[in-house]
């Protein structure tokens, strides 16, 4: 898990993907997301990039970031409709303006603009 106790007043980007020893990706699990969203890194991330275990992680992420502007995410919890993801997570979400910002690289990830 990445160092999460690290302090920066520049840092407002994270990438937090990586792969374990094995070459898969490494997917963030509830613990580890409650343990990144109280950390001084996640406090002022403005850009977030992370694989997580289910979208009720993103849910977390986006509710409890309060500086977040755009997540990019991908989930081991597949998800099929980006359309439907979004609206679920309307229905689910404090926040309310949550947009599909554009296409990812990737199929499987979502890339949200949070207002």
């Known amino acids: ?3 999460f106790n690290l302090r920066s007043s520049s840092i407002r980007s994270l990438d937090l993907r990586g792969v374990d020893a094995e070459g898969h990706k490494h997917c ?13 890194l ?10 997580v275990d ?10 409890k970031m309060k500086h977040l502007k ?3 995410v991908s989930c081991r919890e597949k998800i099929q409709n980006k359309e ?11 926040t309310t303006m949550i947009h599909l910002a554009k296409e990812s690289k990737h199929s499987d990830d979502l890339r949200l603009a949070i207002r």
């Open 84 to 94: 439907q993801t979004i609206k679920w997570l309307h229905s689910h979400s404090s």
């Open 70 to 72: 755009t997540l990019n």
């Open 28 to 40: 963030y699990t509830e613990q580890q997301c409650a343990a990144f969203i109280r950390s001084p």
């Open 54 to 63: 289910q979208r009720t992680n993103v849910l977390d992420l986006i509710d």
């Open 42 to 51: 996640a406090m002022q991330c403005q850009y977030l990039t992370i694989h």
């Open 1 to 3: 898990m990445a160092p």
